[in-house]
């Protein structure tokens, strides 16, 4: 620790601020609903890996016993069947701003987005071949990527990159500058996964389909952190992990959000028995359902998504906006202190500064910050690592404390001045 009296007034004062942050802080009851909340760990990894609530164990538990052990195959035609859609149109209602029949919980990220984007690329080129192109964005999270080369050549399609600044993240004149007649699906991240950058929803919404192009929308980073408005916005599609700020565990399904106009023309390319018209029929031909479950495939991992209910409860309770604002203030939060005490040490923000323009988490970057990361992670300070030299900063709202980003980030500082 540094004896230098400026530094250690600032140290005070940011002590001082924290605790009446906390103090007034309408939210702060719910980091009691946490598993761990109650040790000195410091977690800033919520936008990655939610930590559970309290409730899960027993919602658990009472699962396995009542239900699962109880109804045994029953379960299927009482429950569980239904399970995808309930549970999806509740994300929708809380978290996504969908009206309920749009959103099912499903497969993977990955193995949605793929099926979404195939859907998507499918139906555009199917009604006009000259629409043969696949928008980007360069420093997108590699699934995402890897995807859409995948399926380029798959289909004979061709991947547009939009380049941009890896602090920020995909805006409308850089998106404006590569789409037109050629353009078929646009793939976009609402919140950056490396800077936070909060994309405008609305805009490149238009801004694609002004161009002919169906757009998807990936929500990883944003659905329970930063409201999303997808009827609004008139998205087309969009999908959306729920172990990051749903709290859903390790794994969890992933949302499908397919607007409703577009139920009856987009089919995807997994053709199983549960995404068939008549499930139980078990006719010769596949003929896809109505609705969202034609988006479905195979069986439905019911114990997967029964955790993330609680975190769905609680965000009726505080509401998103309420979330929002405290995301909102936990980032400012966090960028007063990196500017206050490890800007000396020269970190520097990789993340939009203007909170107009950033979700849920800051990257603070300096080139040991993988040694640093390495370090905190023995001593209970979890922050996540993004090459190069980034330092990721995860603030889930209804988890995370004022006082836990000080402490935290004063970590940081100190493993820098130990040079890690
Ligand atoms: C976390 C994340 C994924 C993860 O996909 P999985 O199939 O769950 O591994 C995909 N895209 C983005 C933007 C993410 O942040």
């Known amino acids: 620790m540094s004896s230098d009296p400026l530094s250690t007034d600032l140290t005070a004062a940011f002590a001082a601020e924290a605790t009446a942050l906390d103090a007034g802080d309408p939210l702060a009851h719910h980091r009691d609903a946490f598993v761990g909340a109650e040790t000195s760990l410091i977690y800033f990894d919520g936008n990655s890996l939610g930590r ?9 538990a009472r699962f396995v016993e009542d239900e699962w052990g109880g109804r045994l195959i029953r379960g299927w035609d009482e429950s569980w069947m239904q399970l995808p859609f309930e549970i999806g ?19 993977s990220t990955t193995v949605l987005l793929y099926k979404l984007l195939r859907a998507a690329l499918d ?6 071949p000259d629409r043969v192109e696949i928008v980007v964005g360069r420093d997108d999270f590699p699934t995402d990527r890897y995807l859409v080369e995948g399926i380029a050549a798959e289909r004979g399609a061709r991947v ?19 789409v037109g007649p050629h353009t078929a699906v646009v793939l976009l991240s609402h919140v950056s996964y490396r800077s936070g950058f909060l994309a405008d929803g609305a805009e490149l919404t238009r801004i694609a389909q002004d161009a002919g ?53 987009l089919t995807q390319p997994v053709q199983g ?27 439905p991992p019911i114990l997967g998504m029964i955790a993330m209910q609680d975190t769905l409860d609680l965000l009726e309770t505080a509401g998103i906006a309420a979330v929002r604002e405290k995301s909102v203030a936990l980032t400012e939060f966090a960028l007063r202190v990196s500017d206050g005490i490890l800007s000396p040490l020269d970190v520097r923000v990789a993340s939009p500064r203007d909170a107009a323009e950033r979700g849920g988490h800051v990257t603070l970057s300096h080139p040991a910050m993988r040694a640093v ?3 905190l992670w023995t001593q209970d300070v979890l922050p996540d690592y993004r090459d190069p030299g980034g330092l990721r900063i995860g603030l889930s709202p209804l988890s995370t404390s004022f006082a836990e980003v000080l402490t935290g980030l004063e970590a940081v500082a100190e493993a820098l001045r130990a040079k890690a």
């Open 123 to 128: 139906e555009r080129m199917a009604a006009d």
């Open 273 to 299: 028995w549960m995404g068939a018209a008549d499930v139980f029929s078990m006719g010769p031909d596949y003929r896809p359902a109505t609705g969202m479950r034609r988006f479905l495939s195979g069986t």
């Open 89 to 107: 149109d509740r994300i929708g209602a809380v978290a996504l701003g969908a009206a309920a029949g749009q959103t099912v919980i499903g497969d």
């Open 373 to 375: 990361t390495a370090r």
């Open 52 to 60: 559970p609530p309290r409730a899960t164990g027993e919602r658990l």
């Open 160 to 178: 547009v990159w939009v380049e941009v600044d890896t602090s920020r993240g995909v805006e409308p004149a850089l998106l404006r500058a590569v």
């Open 213 to 265: 192009a169906l757009v998807l929308w990936d929500l990883c980073h944003s659905a329970g952190s930063v409201p999303v408005e997808l009827d609004t916005w008139g998205a087309d599609l969009a999908v959306g992990c729920t172990y990051k700020y749903l709290n859903g565990g390790p794994g969890s399904p992933a949302f499908a959000y397919v607007a409703a106009r577009h139920h009856d023309t």
